[in-house]
C-alpha cells in the first residue's frame, strides 16, 4: 500500500524545482494590503470589528452564548450551550440522574425539536438499528480498496460513496432527507471504525479487524465494539464517550463547518454532498482538528520542560510557544480563546471532571495536573503577549484529546469522534435551510485587482 500511496508524490505532478517556482510566482501575484480590509469595512471571518460574528441567518436548532452586547459594548459571561432551548448541562444531568446513554436522545431533540417520549426514542433506536449495517459490498468497494492515511479523508469519501447505494440520492424533500440522515447518524460509527481498521492494516501491517454491527447498541457502544479487536469495553468508557457525543453534537449554525453545511445545503445539493463538504470543514486544525493538536502541543511540553510541576518553566516554555520559537512555530495555544465563549466553555468544565475522574484511576494524574496547569497560565499569558483585554477560555477541545486517550482511543481518531457527535446538529441544520433558507446564500468580495490590457504571447 506505500508504495501506490506515493502515486500523487511530487514526482509525480512534475519536477519539484518547478513547482517551488510557480509557487513563488502565486505567492508574488497574491498579495492584499491588510490596509484594505479596514479602507472597505470587510467582515474579515464574519466577524465585526468587536469580535461578535455577522448575523447572516436565524435557527432554533442550537443557541452558543458567551457574551452579551449593553451600549454597543461586548460584555463578557459565562458560556451557555443550548440545544432547542434547553441547557445542555440539564440534558446531561437528566441522562445520568436515570443511568443512561443520551446521545441518541439528545440527536432526537435536535432533529425534531423536542424532547421524546419513551415509545418515541425506543422506535428512534430502532430505526438506527436497521440502518447501522453497511449496504453489501460497501466495505471492500469505498473503505477496503481505498483505504486513506487520514480517517477524515476516509469518512468524507464514504459519505461520497454512499450517494452510489442510494436509489433516490437527488431528492431533496423533508421525509427523503430525514432518511439519508438518519441512515449517516446510524452508519458514522461504522464508517470511522473501518476506515481506522484499514488505515492500520494496509499503512501499519497489523491484524485486520472488522466486527459488525449489533442492534441494541448505542452509538458509543457500536464505536467502541466495532473499534477495539476484542470488542471489549465498559460501562464506564461506554458513559463517558456518549458524554463526548453529546457534548459535541451541536454548537449552533455560525461555527465552520455547519455554515458550510448551510452554504452547500443552499445550493439544492444532495445531503451526501453537504456532509461531505461539513467533514472535511471540521478536518481543519483551527476546527475540528485542533484537539488532535492540544494533544501534540501538550506533549511537546512534556518532552521539553523537565519539572511539569514547576509553574515557571511551564510558563517560560508557553511564552517561547506564543513567540513562535517552540512546539510548531505558529503562535498558537492549542485549546485556548473561541470565537463566542470568553469567561467560560460550558463543556469544557464538564469534560474536565471526567478527566480528573479518568486520571485518578490511571497513571496519568501529573499529566492532568499539566494540563491544570497550562489551562490556568495560558489565557494571562496570551493576553499579554498579543495585548488583549478581552476574556480568554480553554475550549472543549483541549481537554477532549486528553479524555479520549485514557479511553484508549488512538489520536488519529479524535476528529472522527467529533464528526460522528456532530453530524446529529448538520443534519438538523440540513433540514432547516432546506425548509426555511429560501435563497442561495452567497456573500460578496470586493474586487481590488487593477485594470489591464491583454499582452500577445510573443511580447511578453
Known sequence: MNDTSTALSHGAVGDSGLMSRYAAIVAENTKIDPALYEKYNVKRGLRNADGTGVLVGL??????IGYVVEEQDKVPIEGKLIYRGIDVPEIIAGCQREKRLGFEETAFLLLFGKLPARSEL???????DGV???PHGFKEDAILRSPSPDIMNKLARCILSSYAYDPTPDDIGCENVLRQ???????FPTFIAYGYQAKAHYFRNESLFLHNPVEGKSTAETFLMLMRP?????ALEAEILDLCLILHAEHGGGNNSTFTNHVVTSTHTDTYSAMA????????PLHGGANLQVERMMADIQANVKDWTNEGAVADYLNKILAKQAFDKKGLIYGLGHAVYTLSDPRTAILREKARELA????????FALYQTVERLGPELFRASRNLKNGLCVNVDFYSGLVYTMLGIPAELYTPLFAMARIAGWSAHRLEELLCGGKIIRPAYKSIAPRRNFIPIDIR
Open 277 to 284: 463538504a461539513s467533514v472535511l470543514a471540521l478536518k481543519g
Open 360 to 367: 485518578a484511576n490511571s497513571d496519568k494524574a501529573e499529566i
Open 132 to 134: 447501522r449495517a453497511l
Open 122 to 128: 425506543q422506535d428512534f433506536n430502532t430505526m438506527l
Open 230 to 234: 476484542d470488542s471489549a469495553y465498559t
Open 181 to 187: 440522515c438518519l441512515a449517516l447518524i446510524a452508519r
Open 59 to 64: 435557527s432554533t436548532v442550537g443557541s452558543v
